[in-house]
Structures are given as structure tokens and as C-alpha cells.
């Protein structure tokens, strides 16, 4: 009967049993991904100690796992929302989603993505007896963890020129747009954008290389693309006007710096560890081009073997050789949050945000939302997303650090989340486009 009630209302807890007569309760037994975890165990004795085990399998099968050591409370009960990690684990303290965070790959250099958003991640846990081997199982349960929300659609966007992945929240519409920019990963990732859906915006998960059609490099880039992906959401019957949100991290921030500073139809932007300088490719608008700011590679260091530390290695975009590559956004007019991990280890993100607010005031424009995170590196995520440490960095070539502390950065990640929806929802609704500046 139960297998019954969790097929027709996914949502019904999942409890898994072993011989041992203990109970482990996950709950909802179907969620999405950026949902909080709960989970409980029964029928423990006073104070035994037991492990939690937590192991994800991606979709190239690379295994992700995480260990955290319990004692159950004086009723044989243990639940994460209330009981404290111990010392030894992946995880201390009372962290409800540190399974979920504290997750590491077995490969190293590897970092948790989602291609296909329409198939669900699965989560196995497993409690044990002890705290040191050998541990006897205890318990299992499992929990799917989902990307596409009820009743959000995804079409394939291919307009004129545009790549990407179009997600349409459940509804009626009219919904407010956003255009999500990713990094310089290529290709297309649309698990964020899928997400923000969910929480009712019309996303554009926008591909510009490595993608069908689109240029296999990354070399010299056209905002006017850019122009085209804005234009095709600003004319979308089930987008509401009249701007549109822009939402970018790493190269993607900066990228939305600069459709910010020179196109229209943009009323917010949302821009998580940005760089205010042109990166890695030239760009180019009409009569225009930014020529990427300079590297020096001399400048890596190597705090482990085989991984380097690369922030030094982005030239000032203040000094006079680099001013060229320096995104005017003074031009823009639009309202910005710019999302701070102070650990940034791919380059000064808190430097560059400083300079973006800078050259708005000097134009007499509103001096932007800025939220620094301590602690939190570069590479944010939807929330209980695990830290992912270090991997190949596509324009160094080499491996590297990205920063950040565990636990830290997961609570980023989560705060952060609700910061941009917030914003969306409050300034998509202006009534005012702006002019171009061009």
C-alpha cells in the first residue's frame, strides 16, 4: 500500500528499513533540487553512535559521496534539523542539508553539473552502526532530487541565430524574463535556469559557443547575439515587458555587464562573481570592440601539485594598458546586484564589484546592491550544490583552485538564491525601458 501512495502523491516520506528494526525517514520522498532535506531516524538506543553515509552518482557515473558521524538523543531518535555532527565526518554541527553540501567526488578535479534537467538526480542514504569500521548497516532510504518543477515546459530555442533552452513556468502568463548567462564551461547548462523558473520567470538558459551551431571556440564574440537573445524574449508573448532581467556568474557576470552597458531592454542584472573588465575574448558591438584584458601567467602559484592558484594572474583593469578591456558600465540603466565570494580564487571578484559601483556613481546613477560573502569561493551553484574545490579552468588550461570553505559557501549558495529572486521580482515589473546609449 505504501508503494502505492508514494507513486500516486510523490511526495509521501520515503522510510527505509534494514533487519535491524531501524527506521530512517527521508522526506519529501521527490523534490527539487534547491528544496531543504529532512530526514529522521527512529528506533535507535540511547546515545548509540551511528554514521550517515550519502552517495550521488552523476550522469557520467562519477561517484559523490559524504560521511557525517551521529549519537542518536536519549529516545533512539536522530534528526539532522536538531542533532549535531560530531567531530571526524564531512560535516560538523547542526547542518539539516550537510549531506547534500558536503558531498566530494572520488575523482578529483571533478564538479557536480547537470546536463539533462529533465531526469532527476538520485540520492541514497545509508545509516550505520559505529562510528569506525566495521560499520553494520542500520538502514537505507532514497530521495530523487529534480530540476524540472510541476507543470514547468522547456523548449529548445533556436531563433534566428539564439541557442539555448526556453523554461516557461506553470501558468497562464504573462511572467517576467530572465536571460541566464553562464561561464566559459561552453555548451549548454540549464539547470539554473531551469530552477528560476520554478519560482515564476521565463528563462533563457543562452548557449554563445560550443553549441550546434554557434562557434566551437571562444574567440571574438558579437554582442549583437547577445542583442538577439534580448530581443527574442523582449517580443515573447508569454514574457511580460517591458525589460527583461539578466542573471550571470564568472564570464557570464561579466558578459551581463556588458549587455547591461550597451544594449536596451534590460531593467535588472544580477551579476555573481563578475569581472568589470572584458575576459579572455575580444568583443565586439557595431563599431566597438573591448580587446581582452591581459594575463600574467607568471603571476600562478601552485599550492598543491598540479593545481594552480590563479588570482593574481588577471592584469588591473585600472591601469592605462588595460583601460581598453574596461566595460563602460556607466552606460548602463538598469538595477544591479552584484553577488561577492570573498575566497574568490579565479580572480578579485570583491575588487571588481567595487569598480562597477564606482563607475555608476560617477555617472550619477545608484550605487548598486553588493553582498559579500566570507568565506565563499567562486564557483556558486543552487543551493546544497557541493563546493566544488578544483578543476580544469578552460581559458588557463590547467587546473586550479576556485576557493571557498565548505560550509560556508553552501550558505551562500542558499542566501544568495533567495537575493536573486528577490530582486527579479521586485524591479521586472518597472514600467520604464531604458534609452539606448548608443
Known sequence: MLSLLRRSFPGVPRCGRAMSGVCMQVSPGRCLYDRPLQLQVRGLSPGQPVTLRTALNDEAGELFTSVALYQADGGGELELSRSPALEGGSYTGVEPEGPLWSLEPRTPLRRLIKKDV????????????????????????????????????????????VRGSLFLPLGPGPFPGVIEVQGTGGGLLDYKACLLADKGF????????????????????????FEEAVNFMLRHPQVKGPGIGLLGHSKGGELVLSMSSFLKGIAASAVVNGSVANVAAA??????????????????????????????????????????????????????????????????????????????????????????????????????????????????????????????????????????????HKHLNQERVRESKL
Open 202 to 225: 521565463a528563462t533563457l538558459a543562452l548557449a554563445y559557443y560550443n553549441y550546434e551551431d554557434l562557434p566551437k571556440e571562444m574567440k571574438d564574440l558579437r554582442l549583437e547575439y
Open 283 to 424: 568583443l565586439h558591438y557595431k563599431d566597438i570592440t573591448l580587446p581582452p584584458i591581459s594575463l600574467d601567467r607568471t603571476k600562478m602559484r601552485y599550492p598543491q601539485p598540479g593545481v594552480g592558484d590563479i588570482i593574481d594572474v588577471l592584469c588591473n583593469p585600472l591601469e592605462e594598458a588595460n583601460r581598453r578591456s574596461l566595460i563602460p558600465v556607466g552606460k548602463a540603466d538598469c538595477k544591479f546586484l552584484f553577488i561577492v565570494g570573498e575566497d574568490d580564487k579565479n580572480w578579485k571578484s570583491d575588487f571588481h564589484a567595487q569598480i562597477a559601483c564606482q563607475l555608476l556613481t560617477e555617472e550619477g546613477k545608484e550605487k548598486p546592491e553588493v553582498v559579500y560573502y566570507p568565506n565563499a569561493g567562486h564557483c556558486f551553484e543552487p543551493p546544497y550544490f557541493p563546493l566544488c574545490k578544483a578543476s580544469m579552468h578552460k581559458v588557463i588550461g590547467h587546473p586550479v583552485i576556485w576557493g571557498g570553505e565548505p560550509k560556508a559557501h553552501a550558505h551562500a549558495q542558499v542566501d544568495s538564491w533567495k537575493r536573486i529572486q528577490a530582486f527579479f
Open 118 to 161: 529533465q531526469s532527476p538526480f538520485q540520492l541514497r542514504f545509508s545509516l550505520h552502526q559505529a562510528h569506525r569500521p566495521p560499520r553494520a548497516l542500520l538502514a537505507e532510504a532514497a530521495q530523487e532530487r529534480s530540476f524540472m518543477g510541476e507543470g514547468v515546459t522547456r523548449e529548445p530555442v533556436r531563433d534566428g541565430r
